[in-house]
């Protein structure tokens, strides 16, 4: 079902006002995650005034540590809620177990999986059976086989709404925290019909490289972007050190739409 080859016109996800595919550029912006209604309504409000499409918050956190912050759980839900209620923005949020449906159902506009569960075949096949679109991020070492058969998991069970997002991967080098993997968007544009989106944010680890990256993945063909925007990122609970601020954003979001028109 995401081979290109059964289904040559590019699928176009839709999630309230927002659409990616079939050559729209949309931006999803927010927080790694959700730390209080001022933080998060602050922020929504922000990248809703520089054009983000979607709002993106993390309730559920998957941390390397078990020590670290793990989000605030359903209240977090709760006021990205109150977010787009501010905002029109829709939603999303990460899922990281089955059990989460039901509530994900209810609350979230678009269902993300994070690189560490792009494998974890019971949760794929689950949220294959949600109304929502979701958003696959590619594992840390997965080749784009691996990742697009996981795309295959969730279409299986009959939800075909699914956006790919290149967040980089896992080589030798030490210095950004990921490697963004550029051929990654032709490569899946070619095998798949499916919209693919790049987190330049995870991909560096650096708030400085994420401008760079981000106009590579545009120049790239990227259907669009996932970018982590915080009000205060030295004391961000999760991922400070990666997020901009919102007037980095705004200034970003300048540069890329010069770009996109040129694309
Ligand atoms: C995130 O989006 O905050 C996140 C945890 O991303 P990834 O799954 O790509 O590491
Ligand atoms: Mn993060």
Redesign the pocket.
């Known amino acids: 079902k995401a081979n290109r080859k059964f289904h040559p016109e590019d699928t176009i996800v839709r999630a309230g006002e927002a659409v990616i595919g079939g050559g729209n550029f949309s931006v999803i912006a927010g927080p790694?995650?959700v730390e209080s209604e001022e933080q998060v309504v602050g922020i929504a409000e922000a990248v809703k005034a520089s054009g983000a499409a979607m709002l993106?918050g993390?309730a559920f956190?998957?941390r390397t540590s078990p020590y670290s912050f793990q989000g605030m759980g359903t209240p977090g839900l709760d006021l990205l809620l109150e977010a787009k209620k501010a905002t029109g923005l829709p939603i999303v949020s990460?899922i990281m177990a089955p059990r989460y449906v039901e509530l994900f159902e209810e609350k979230v506009d678009v269902v993300?999986i994070?690189?560490?569960?792009m494998q974890n075949f019971d949760l794929l096949k689950e949220v294959g059976r949600m109304s929502k679109p979701i958003l696959l991020?590619?594992g840390?070492s997965n080749s784009y086989e691996e990742w697009i058969m996981s795309a295959e998991y969730i279409m299986s069970e009959g939800n075909e709404n699914v956006i790919l997002?290149e967040?980089?991967i896992r080589t030798f080098e030490t210095y950004t925290r990921n490697t963004l993997d550029l051929s990654a968007i032709p490569a899946v544009k070619k095998m798949s019909h499916l919209p693919i989106i790049v987190?330049p944010?995870?991909a560096a680890g650096m708030a400085w490289m994420v401008e760079p990256l981000a106009m590579a993945a545009i120049a790239a063909g990227a259907d669009g972007l996932?970018i982590?925007v915080h009000n205060d990122p030295p004391r961000a609970k999760?991922?400070g050190q990666q997020s901009l601020t919102p007037a980095q954003f705004d200034i970003l979001m300048r540069k890329m739409g010069v770009l996109v028109d040129l694309m």
């Open positions: 790694c995650s993106r993390g956190k998957p990460e993300q994070g690189a560490r569960n991020k590619r840390l997002c967040r980089g987190d944010s995870h996932i982590e999760c991922d």
